[in-house]
């Protein structure tokens, strides 16, 4: 009898040891489905395409809501001001997959370092239309896979000054498009373009006068690069000569038609590929000033002689203005004394 209590005891503690196993299990099995399906809070999520969207809500920090299945996250009009180091890295201990990030339109002052941590796999990354005034020397850090990388009309100058630092080609490798539309470049802010994978440099609208012997040599070695420049106040001088036979001999500026000079006045709106060699020659210019210095040199020496002989003839020139002075006085004098015997020599000719 004692047998059986315990027997039936043990039974009960087992099954009710089992029924709180499976509860568990299913407890833990319907927190992830639904932490896995779940979508952040003011959120559009379209998991057929792994995109999440969130738009215009006014969020002031990233989401740490993140769905694992999220290849493409679109984060745009908020008023994110700030990418803390590792705020991709602490998403709920959910290990992100993105390939695809949008930042746009987010008002984005400061890139921290290690801003982009936790996305191992990134491969586009776009920052456009922001007013960043710091980006830290390791903002693009763990982004080796990244291939394209967007900052149109987002740098103010102080982030301008430090993009070459950011720019790592140790880092960025894999990077294949850059794109630096808009942000008042005056030079390319890559230092060593051998040191990427670039395939296409967009830097149009910018506030570029000319590309520079240094870096006109960098692309003739980077025969892949495809630049875009158009909408830059090209200075049509023969500063510009390295830069004009580099559009002459190679067909990597695909917009070169429609480069236009900005200066001189006599230059303005004139398309750079129009312009002769002769134009960007710097000895010419060089020969053309020495010539109108040696011109005005001339002058003076041909004024200063001048000076000199009506200096020297100085008594001889009295004496011949004298004479022609006198000369006219006395041709006045005979003149008034004709007028004076016929006042009127109408009336003589009526009388003949």
């Known amino acids: 009898m004692g047998r059986k209590t ?17 509860f568990l299990c299913l407890l833990l099995l319907f927190s ?14 379209a998991r057929d395409s792994g995109t999440v969207t969130c738009h215009d809500k006014e969020d002031t920090e990233l989401p740490g809501d993140i769905p694992e299945w999220v290849t493409t996250l679109i984060l745009r009009g908020n008023n994110i001001s700030t990418l803390p180091g590792g705020g991709f890295s602490s998403n709920n201990g959910t290990k992100l997959e993105l390939t695809t990030l949008s930042l746009s339109h987010n008002g984005i002052m400061v890139i921290e370092a290690d801003a982009f941590t936790g996305l191992p796999r990134l491969r586009l990354l776009d920052l456009s239309h922001n007013r960043l005034v710091y980006i830290s020397v390791q903002a693009f850090h763990s982004l080796q896979e990244l291939r394209s990388l967007y900052l149109n ?27 630096l539309s808009g942000n008042r470049l005056k030079t390319i802010p890559i230092s060593r373009l051998d040191a990427f994978n670039l395939h296409t440099l967009v830097l149009t609208n910018n506030s570029i006068e ?4 240094e ?27 390295s830069f004009y036979f580099w559009l002459k001999n190679s067909s990597q500026c695909v917009d070169a038609a429609r480069l236009l000079c900005a200066e001189p006045d006599a230059k303005k709106g004139i398309p750079i590929e129009w312009l002769r ?9 060089n020969l053309e000033a020495v010539s109108y210095v040696f011109l005005g040199i001339v002058l003076a020496l041909i004024g200063i002689v001048f000076l000199m002989v009506l200096y020297l003839n100085r008594r ?26 016929d006042s009127d020599p109408r009336l003589a000719n009526v009388a003949v």
């Open 210 to 213: 000319n590309i520079g012997k």
């Open 215 to 241: 870096d006109v040599s960098s692309l003739y070695r980077q025969k892949q690069v495809r630049v875009y420049l158009s909408l830059n106040p090209f200075r049509c001088n023969c500063e510009l000569e």
């Open 32 to 45: 992830s489905v639904r932490a896995e399906d779940e979508c952040p809070l003011s959120c559009i999520c």
């Open 277 to 285: 060699g002769e134009d960007v020659d710097c000895l010419n210019e």
């Open 6 to 22: 315990t027997w039936k005891c043990y039974c009960g503690d087992v099954c009710l040891c089992l029924s709180a196993a499976l």
């Open 316 to 341: 001889g020139i009295k004496r011949w203005l004298n004479n022609i002075r006198d000369a006219c006085r006395d041709q006045m004098e005979v003149y008034h004394y004709r007028y004076e015997q």
């Open 153 to 179: 009309d987002s740098l103010l100058a102080p982030a301008v000054a430090q993009l070459s630092n950011a720019l790592h080609g140790d880092i960025l490798c894999n990077l294949h498009r850059l794109e």
